[in-house]
Nanobody, 124 residues
Framework: QAQLVETGGGLVQAGGSLRLSCAAS????????MAWFRQAPGKEREFVAAITWGGGGTYYADSLKDRFTISRDKTKNTVHLQMNSLKPEDTAVYYC?????????????????WGKGTLVTVSL
């Protein structure tokens, strides 16, 4: 059974940094593109960043690409999201996603697997 487990969320002051991690297990194949999404209260889930299986291709939401960095460790089936210069508007539940296709992993309706999310709260 596929499982994605996010860790690293928490409370941070504006301007600070957090590093989220997502550990994947039970996937039928190790060849999966991975992504991060976030959902703030009362808002739709939005794409944050994605990375190809090999790690050579990365994709970001335009508004976040200067502050967030996605990376993966294939040997550990883990993907990370480094978030810098955090702002209160970054407050959200952050979700890890996996899909066989990099095109689909960026579209919530097409994602194969989801984690349960980790809460990030950025205070003033």
């Amino acid at each position: 059974q596929a499982q994605l487990v996010e860790t690293g969320g928490g409370l941070v002051q504006a301007g600070g940094s957090l590093r989220l991690s997502c550990a994947a297990s039970g996937l039928s194949s190790s060849i999966y593109a991975m992504a991060w999404f976030r959902q703030a209260p009362g808002k739709e889930r939005e794409f944050v960043a994605a990375i190809t299986w090999g790690g050579g291709g990365t994709y970001y939401a335009d508004s976040l690409k200067d502050r967030f960095t996605i990376s993966r460790d294939k040997t550990k089936n883990t993907v990370h999201l480094q978030m810098n210069s955090l702002k209160p508007e970054d407050t959200a539940v952050y979700y890890c996603a996996a899909d066989r296709r990099i095109v689909e992993v960026r579209v919530p309706a097409l994602v194969d697997y989801w984690g349960k999310g980790t809460l990030v709260t950025v205070s003033l």
